[in-house]
């Protein structure tokens, strides 16, 4: 919905942080506030929604806040989600993050302390760090900080930072969720769950669109959001041929709703390919190949609106992920599915969030509410992924069977494919880069970088060298996160 940028300590200047906050325009083209009081220079820029999301700015005397999100607890009429941020920092103090229900990323100032915060998964994104000057200088995303800090960091999930203080963190209050005691008990809590969530996303009518890729999880989202009345356009994207389309022209023929479809080629994504790394801020492989494919999807979403629905979430929190088949044991596939959940921040999360905002496009992932969280951690592994007893471990068990009755039955059965497979990118990146990259130039010197990383292949040493240039300083290249928690 926004970016937010901002500089707190006395000898920062107005141009300094107006530069910060074009460097994220994108995050939000439609709106600008601006803050300079008590050494705290800041501000957000953002997109029109609702009122109930509001500009991401609220202020009441000397306190204020920057915001970028959405949070769906209770408040006064009229009240935007910056406005509740506030209320709720008013009543808990630094501990107000907690009882915010919802993703976001925000700023909060009472004249004297700073205060950044963001949600437990870490939906949305914010930065920090030190100016030349010894200030504190934070951001929605890194690049907005480039030349102001040389020691950027990253806020982790379910983490506050005072400017008086440090770091902490929070215990998220998760909704009260009582687990059913039968499979099919809880795949009717599961369904009943997942369906509010959507509709609270859908409640003040800022949705114009959802993302369809034909998997399991966006297929849900657009059946759901269709049974609620919502007559959404589906956007799917991919190179002719690829398994995604057929897939979503299936679903898409199921609802009887219009079906944008965006195809390109090899030459769009070579082009596409040092954007997907600026924007995402990355060069780990999974996620810019998926990101590429991304971008197409928000640059087609956009021709139709600014606010979509997006399935991002499900396979952390489901089981979607095909490596944990080749685990041997639940415990161990549980133990997995919390790692994967942990680094999704900068991982899954961060490819959709930079892919979407880098044409405003705010995303909304019903998944990823606390309602469905507080359920989806009690559920079994073993009814997330379940053996048939054929030998066949099936992903997503659960959230199969709770909606089965809306899906057409090709997508009940359809395997987990990554996005960038599904729309058939991945099988063109390798012959694309033997245009950029000879596979005698990924060697012993090359593999490894300064900080650490191992480049795994001639496309991820492509990447690599493009986000060198664009991001020199050290302290961006320690920001990257893997995808897969077996590559280092």
Avoid at 170 to 199: H, K, N, Q, W
Wanted: some cysteine; glycine content about 10%.
């Amino acid at each position: 919905m926004a970016g937010i940028a901002g500089i707190f300590g006395g000898s920062s200047h107005k141009e300094t942080v107006h530069t910060m906050l074009q460097a994220i325009e994108h995050r939000g083209p439609d709106t600008l506030r601006l803050r300079a009081a008590n050494g705290l220079i800041a501000g957000v820029r953002a997109s029109k929604l609702s009122e109930a999301r509001g500009d991401g700015f609220a202020e009441d005397g000397c306190r204020a806040v920057f915001f970028d999100g959405e949070i769906y607890n209770q408040r006064a009429d009229g009240a935007s989600d910056a406005r509740v941020v506030l209320d709720l920092y008013d009543k808990y103090g630094r501990l107000f993050a907690a009882h915010l229900e919802g993703v976001f990323a925000c700023a909060v100032f009472d004249g004297r302390e700073l205060i950044l915060a963001r949600d437990a998964v870490g939906v949305r994104p914010l930065y920090f760090g030190t100016t030349e000057g010894g200030d504190l200088a934070f951001a929605s995303e890194a690049k907005s900080l480039m030349g102001i800090s040389e020691d950027v960091r990253e806020l982790l999930p379910a983490t506050t930072f005072s400017s008086q203080s440090g770091l902490a963190g929070y215990l998220p209050r998760y909704p009260e969720v009582v687990m059913p005691g039968s499979f099919g008990e809880a795949a009717a809590a599961l369904r009943d769950c997942l369906t509010r969530a959507i509709a609270r996303r859908l409640d003040d009518n800022a949705v114009g669109a959802c993302l369809l890729s034909g998997g399991l999880d966006s297929s849900i989202i657009a059946c759901v959001a269709h049974s609620l009345g919502a007559r959404l356009p589906l956007v799917t994207v991919g190179i002719e041929g690829a398994p995604d389309l057929e897939n979503a022209k299936c679903v898409a023929e199921h609802l009887s709703l219009e079906h944008e479809v965006h195809l390109y080629d090899a030459e769009q994504i070579r082009q596409a390919v040092p954007k997907a790394v600026h924007m995402l801020e990355s060069f780990d492989e999974d996620c810019v190949s998926g990101a590429i494919s991304n971008l197409f999807a928000s640059a087609k979403a956009r021709e139709l609106t600014n606010c979509i629905l997006s399935g991002e979430g499900g396979d952390e929190l489901f089981g979607g992920y095909l490596l944990l088949k080749d685990l041997a044991t639940d415990a161990e596939r549980l133990k997995m599915m919390k790692r994967l959940i942990e680094i999704a921040y900068n991982t899954a999360v961060q490819r959709l969030d930079r892919a979407m905002m880098a044409s405003g496009i705010n995303y909304r992932t019903p998944f990823i509410d606390t309602e469905v969280i507080a359920l989806a951690l009690q559920i079994p592994v073993s009814w997330k992924i379940h053996d048939d007893g054929n030998g066949r471990l099936i992903e997503k068990y659960i959230l199969r069977e709770a909606f089965r009755d809306l899906l057409p039955e090709r997508i009940c059965r359809r395997q987990k494919l990554r996005f960038a497979a599904g729309t058939g990118t991945d099988d063109m990146m390798d012959r694309i880069t033997e245009g950029q990259v000879k596979d005698d130039e990924l060697n012993d010197l090359t593999r490894r970088t300064s900080e650490g990383y191992t480049l795994n292949s001639p496309k991820e040493l492509w990447y690599y060298r493009l986000f060198k240039q664009q991001f020199p300083s050290p302290c961006f290249e320690r920001l990257v996160g893997r995808w897969d928690p077996g590559k280092l």
